[in-house]
């Protein structure tokens, strides 16, 4: 038995489960001793039917696909929720088409709802801001008809680990795991004093000015880029017809397609070598290959980098998965160090590109690309440019691929870059610093605010207040508007 976790039910718990579950993961030992915390302070949990809330989903709505990315209303899928709502890369629909009668079980939620996965990357949670609609994958609460310090409450303690295991225990464990409404309606609520909501609540307040600040940090380092390259109220030619010779396309790139001959994209090269000495990614680097895909190993000591840690601004450093250390030796050719440049490949988000800033080994899997630059380049600064849109109209020129986009090695050695003023990159380096920096902190409030939520239920108010009180003097983070 050594090495082995054991837990011992009675076999008459297991009957009053509306499950009916008798597997070992349902009665882990950490999800007992939640169960034991909750009972232990069951006069602060309710349910969603106390706070009169009801627990929905949208119909699935495979005709509503010919709309994406031609309205106003944001479309919410899974990837688009992980704590915070991806609003500037979700996909939109028209107003007109969502709020139709053909989809009237289309559900559209307001600021003050939350949403939760069900379906892929299961329990994820989400605050709505403004009017959106959602997709079957995600179980929405109408919480906007509580009062803001109680919806903003709920939405910390849904994000707190005793939210997720809860969750997480409840889901139906088939081929993919998923949540049930039915299931999900069971949930604990955790509902302290009010004096303890507020101070939490103002916590993460605190950390999402934080976070909206860091947008605007990185809002101006764009500017300046598209100021520079006189591009800033750049609009893309919509025109259908671009007449080339022979010689100015097949010939020179063995692209017959129409779509890479579009005049918005003359239109951006005729900028770029108007306003900067350029160069080709080719001419600039050392290295340009995909990594490789990964074995995978739980617990292991050599983090992984999959496209899926290619976030619109950042990388996920905190989520990477794991491998073991001998792949360092075995997958020469997927190493990344620190300065390498990283793209994501094929699907939803290719042509994302962020750099690797940490000395950590890691390993790229093989839907991310890797570059590495010849001395005197910024990669920062380069990375920056590929992922903005001088980048992603460059991704959507030279990609290929019908039923999915893909983004090759030799097409990334054709992206143009723009060589500005050093000391304009050194501005840009700037500004990107300072939103990373305010980034860093809201995440840090975040946490603190989840974790206070955790104490007060494992331990008691006035240990979390605490907690909270020590951590933000110990921080000194500054919170200007």
Not at 192 to 220: A, G, H, I
Not at 341 to 370: D, F, P
């Amino acid at each position: 038995m050594e090495g082995l976790e054991v837990s011992i039910v009675n076999f008459k718990e297991v009957l009053d489960l509306e499950t009916l579950r008798f597997d070992s993961d349902y009665f882990q030992k950490k999800y007992l001793q939640i169960d034991k915390e909750i009972e232990e302070k069951a006069e602060y949990f309710k349910t969603f039917s106390d706070f009169e809330l009801s627990v929905d989903a949208s119909a699935f709505y495979p005709s509503l696909e010919p709309y994406y990315g031609s309205g106003n209303i944001p479309f919410l899928r899974v990837k688009d929720v992980d704590t915070h709502i991806d609003y500037e890369c979700c996909i939109r629909i028209p107003e007109e088409i969502a709020k139709s009668k053909s989809f009237k079980t289309l559900q559209i939620i307001t600021s003050g709802d939350i949403v939760i996965t069900k379906g892929g990357s299961i329990a994820r949670v989400g605050l709505i801001e403004k009017e959106t609609a959602v997709t079957r994958d995600l179980i929405f609460l109408n919480s906007s008809i509580l009062p803001e310090q109680d919806y903003k409450f709920l939405f910390l303690y849904l994000l707190s680990s005793i939210s997720y295991n809860q969750l997480i225990r409840s889901s139906s464990m088939t081929a993919q795991p998923h949540l049930t409404i039915t299931l999900v309606r069971n949930l604990k609520l955790f509902s302290p004093s009010s004096d303890f909501k507020k101070l939490v609540v103002q916590t993460y307040e605190n950390s999402k000015l934080l976070l909206d600040n860091s947008k605007k940090q990185y809002k101006k380092a764009e500017n300046l880029l598209l100021e520079t390259l006189g591009l800033k109220d750049f609009e893309p030619s919509k025109e259908t017809v671009n007449i080339k010779n022979f010689k100015e396309s097949f010939f020179s790139s063995g692209r017959l397609d129409a779509e890479y001959y579009q005049k918005k994209y003359d239109d951006l090269e005729v900028k770029i070598k108007q306003n900067s000495n350029f160069k080709l990614i080719s001419q600039i680097r050392t290295e340009n290959f995909r990594g490789l895909q990964p074995v995978y190993v739980e617990n292991g000591n050599l983090d992984v980098i999959n496209s899926k840690h290619i976030l619109d601004k950042t990388l996920d450093y905190g989520n990477f998965e794991k491998t073991s250390l001998d792949y360092w030796v075995k997958q020469k050719k997927a190493r990344v160090f620190k300065e390498d440049i990283l793209t994501y490949t094929t699907g939803a988000n290719i042509g994302r590109t962020q750099v690797y800033n940490i000395e950590n080994k890691a390993l790229a899997s093989n839907h991310v690309n890797i570059v590495r630059l010849k001395d005197g380049y910024n990669a920062n600064y380069i990375g920056f440019v590929m992922n903005s849109q001088i980048g992603r109209m460059q991704t959507e020129q030279l990609s290929a691929g019908s039923a999915q986009a893909e983004l090759y090695p030799k097409d990334i050695d054709n992206f143009l870059i723009p060589i500005i003023d050093e000391t304009k990159q050194v501005e840009i380096m700037k500004f990107l610093y300072e939103s990373d920096v305010l980034k860093k902190q809201s995440e840090q409030l975040l946490d603190l605010a989840k974790t206070a939520v955790e104490k007060s239920i494992e331990e008691n108010e006035d240990i979390a207040i605490n907690y909270i009180n020590k951590k933000l003097t110990e921080l000194k983070i500054n919170i200007e508007d």
